[in-house]
């Protein structure tokens, strides 16, 4: 896994900020003033006229499925304008009986001060912040209406409008979590492709993280969709591409097994192995199954480098055995471009960054660097690498 270090990330989170803050707000007095009509015989004045200014950003669908969230299947609302004749009797039993602590929800996320609070939140302090306002709230983390609740009020799909601008300023154009695939942005006058955004902590878990900036990683749709899904995670038992990378804590080897075959795996060259990325060595029962623990398992990183690989391997070997130091000295005499001989002749002969800040730029950087600087460490940055 690479770490994400775009230099201005803070203020790419700032801008984000501001693009969704007022739909938010929105959004959240809305449905705050919807159940204040509803449960405390509130004047429907204010709703009236937060809709009628507002009809060309929010039109009555978007209202309608609001307000349809907390009716019975069969009251359901056809015509919004008839929303003044809902009463408490049609809405579902969670909603009656949690009409409290919901309006206490809406009442907290309708602060300014609060909502930047959320989406602001350091990559570290990310899980924290969340128990602290389910605490605060005193919300019932188990109960799945109100976490659905809490989902429909933030609703991550107002970040579709701005997911391109998003990913192209983060600018990582490979997966953080794999290295493997290319999730560039293209965009212009079109939308073509983005990155999926990943939520380290799951939406459906962490609703109030989800439209956290350091929540949304980018990243391609394999390690997103069919390897991490919704699996539950936090930062203690996985790594975060925006808090670090694997870097010198999990290195790539290799193993000749027969001719032109090797196993790929994973070695820690600082002694202890880290558990958010190899993993706990005693699995409780529950997790047995899944085995999910720690980045490489969660992502099958060994399981894919050694399935799509090993032509890379083989290659990176031959060229490491077939490297000499007069080699190098001639193809740089010959190419005087190659100004900073090392780094520029490692990209020349392997394809590849040697700089790790370089790592998220091409698919398999890691890949490359770990194997070509155990066969050859005259490329190590550090000695011993
Ligand atoms: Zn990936």
């Not at 009509?37 to 978007?62: E, G, I, Q």
């Not at 307000?67 to 004749?85: A, D, E, G, Q």
Request: glycine share 2%.
């Amino acid at each position: 896994m690479i770490k994400i270090d775009t230099p201005n990330l803070e203020q790419i989170a700032n801008e984000y900020l501001d693009k969704i803050k007022e739909k938010c707000l929105l959004r959240i007095t809305i449905l705050h003033l919807t159940l204040k009509v509803l449960f405390d015989n509130y004047p429907t004045t204010d709703l009236d006229a937060l809709l009628k200014n507002n009809s060309t950003s929010l039109n009555y669908k978007t209202f309608n499925s609001y307000i349809n969230f907390f009716l019975l299947p069969n009251n359901k609302l056809k015509n919004v304008r008839s929303y003044t004749k809902v009463t408490v009797a049609n809405c579902h039993l969670w909603v009656r009986q949690n009409n409290d602590v919901l309006k206490k929800i809406c009442s907290f996320l309708s602060s300014e001060k609060n909502l930047k609070d959320l989406i602001l939140t350091s990559p570290n302090e990310l899980y924290k912040k969340h128990r602290y306002f389910y605490r605060k709230l005193k919300i019932d983390k188990e109960n799945k209406n109100i976490r659905s609740f809490i989902e429909n009020a933030i609703d991550f799909n107002q970040v579709n409008e701005y997911a391109y601008w998003l990913t192209s300023s983060i600018n990582v154009n490979t997966c953080p979590y794999c290295n493997r695939v290319p999730i560039n942005t293209v965009w212009g006058k079109n939308k073509i492709i983005r990155p999926a955004l990943d939520h380290f902590y799951p939406q459906s878990k962490y609703p109030l993280l989800a439209l956290s900036f350091y929540n949304l990683i980018p990243s391609c749709s394999y390690c997103n969709s069919n390897l991490k899904g919704n699996v539950q995670i936090t930062s203690k038992s996985h790594l975060s591409p925006y808090v670090e990378g694997f870097e010198d804590k999990a290195v790539f080897k290799s193993k000749i097994t027969e001719i032109n075959k090797y196993r790929i795996y994973f070695e820690s060259t600082i002694g202890s192995k880290d558990k958010r990325i190899f993993g706990k060595k005693r699995l409780k029962k529950d997790e047995k199954n899944s085995c999910k623990t720690g980045n490489i398992n969660l992502f099958k990183l060994e399981e894919i480098y050694n399935a799509c690989h090993q032509d890379i391997v083989n290659e990176l070997l031959f060229k490491c055995e077939r490297y000499s130091d007069e080699y190098r000295k001639s193809i740089s005499n010959t190419f005087p471009i190659l100004k900073d001989e090392k780094y520029e002749f490692y990209q020349f002969y392997f394809g590849n960054y040697l700089d790790p800040k370089n790592f998220n730029k091409r698919p398999l950087a890691k890949l490359t660097r770990d194997i070509v600087v155990k066969e050859l460490p005259y490329f190590a940055n550090r000695p011993g690498i």
